[in-house]
């Protein structure tokens, strides 16, 4: 266990300890070990990620409830088709069920997402600078707040497009907390050493949000449109209270030390000056060094090399893997499988599968990055790899159900891959950079920066593909392509780096002391 014992550090340590733990630890009688505290960090970020991509996802599955008869003018439907679909999906919700109604879903989309990453940049530095446990809470409460609110529309009668306009911009706001939160959180706790397949298992969250997102908004439809919205807010509000009570941010806050239990990160020492890990064992010593320090400056985390080249990858895998969770359920519903269409109902709970296969990319990206000690030529292999995934499922999905499953479970995987990778291991990786010379108090803003990045490029793809799907989803697709080459393009020299860093090891007959070539470029 390992209990900071300075009685100085005591007083601040019953402040600033969680009361959920304390009041295990009560009824326990006795301190929680390091390992335990880990346990309970994955749990509960884990939940309290899950929690913001299911009240994120609702929109995507109301969609064909709002706008039920939008077809593309390059599919050519049958008159009976068309009676078919809107008996399936219902009349619609003014104001958008008229003819520029997924021009206004898109336009939504776009406001939640251009706040979300904007508010993205703000989160990180604030991040950094207060209470995370305290920060995440509100981002939880207010989240489910205004998605409630969304919801409510339905039961108040609600026409107007600005009240969903404005209401969607709050939440994404609020949701801006997230990401930067929990990724700072577990940085605290967890080394380098296997970092890549831990987080990739534990960014299962994302796809385990957006799978239970889609089957409780699939669910609560039939009921009407609004418990859609309103049972995700109500849920994420209440993980958000299990946060505040349960999360403890580091191991300082909580007054544990490894005690010779390892944090995953055995391999390396963790008091060597410069090392790539956050140190999570604070003694007195260490307690003064954490008192100096200060966080990272905006412009200063953006030159930490390797940053710049990741961040702007994600944004075009960002916006690949975004027009999917907004506009894959209502691609699937105006699509005819096997010449049949689908419910909005069957159409959301069809496009979970998308979500296992990112499930399955996110741990194989993670495990591969470990394994080849190469984060860069892992994520641009995905990258790589999903064009071809994107081609075959919109030109095949159609044929038969079969087909649509399987190739919607590769392309998943290819394309959520990646952009696990990068918001977890790798911006972790350099937010304990060694440029930063043992400074923790980075992870916050770098991850906000990649990801807040990579969020503009997630509004971009799903506000294209509300305009440009009226006209042909095989643009959409080609668009889709397009980015995920060009993801791929911007790690061409931290891959080259990589290759020519194993190519030397490989010379030297030295690869047990090979260095990540991440955080050399």
Known sequence: MGSISNPENEQNIIKTKPQGIQFIEYTKNSTLSYKTHQSIVLIITFLAYASYHAARKTTSIIKSSLDPQSQSSNDTLQIQSISLLSWLLGSGWAPFNGTNGTGLLGDLDLAFLFVYAIGMFFSGHIGDRMNLRVFLTIGMVGTGLFTSLFGVGYWAN??????????????????????????????????????????????????????????????FLKYGWGWSMVVPGLMITIVGLLVFLFLPVDPESVGVDKDGDGDGDGDKPV??????????????????????????????????????????????????????????????????????????????????????????GGILAGHISDRLNARAITAASFMYCAIPALYFYRNYGHVSMTINIILMLITGM????????????????????????????????????????????????????????????????????????????????????????????????????????????
């Open 414 to 521: 290819f394309v959520n891959g990646p952009y696990a990778l990068i918001t977890t291991a790798v911006s972790t990786d350099l937010g304990t950079h060694r440029s930063l010379r043992g400074n923790s108090r980075a992870l916050a803003t770098v991850t906000a920066i990649i990801d807040g990045t990579g969020s503009i490029g997630a509004a971009i793809g799903p506000l294209l593909t509300g305009y440009i799907s009226t006209r042909s989803w095989s643009a959409v697709f080609t668009m889709l392509m397009a980015a995920a080459f060009v993801a791929g393009l911007f790690l061409t020299r931290l891959v080259v780096a990589e290759i020519a860093s194993k190519w030397e090891d490989s010379r030297r007959g030295s690869i047990s002391i090979r260095r990540s070539p991440l955080v050399e470029v």
């Open 158 to 219: 609600i026409h107007f497009f600005y009240y969903y306009l404005v209401v969607q911009m709050l939440a994404g706001l609020f949701q801006s907390t997230g990401w930067p939160s929990v990724v700072a959180v577990v940085g605290n706790w967890f080394g380098k050493s296997k970092r890549g397949l831990i987080m990739g298992i534990w960014n299962a969250h994302t796809s385990i949000g957006n799978i239970s997102g889609s089957l409780i908004a699939s669910y």
């Open 271 to 360: 008091e060597k000056i410069g090392a790539e890990v956050t140190k999570p064992l604070l003694s007195s010593k260490a307690n003064i060094q954490k008192e100096k320090e200060s966080p990272v400056g905006f412009i200063e985390a953006w030159k930490i090399p390797g940053v710049a080249p990741f961040a702007f990858c994600l944004f075009f895998a960002k916006l690949v893997a975004y027009t999917f969770l907004y506009w894959l359920p209502f691609y699937i519903s105006h699509t005819a499988i096997d010449g049949e269409y689908l419910s909005d109902v069957a159409a959301g709970n069809l496009s979970t599968l998308f979500d296992v296969g990112g499930v399955v």
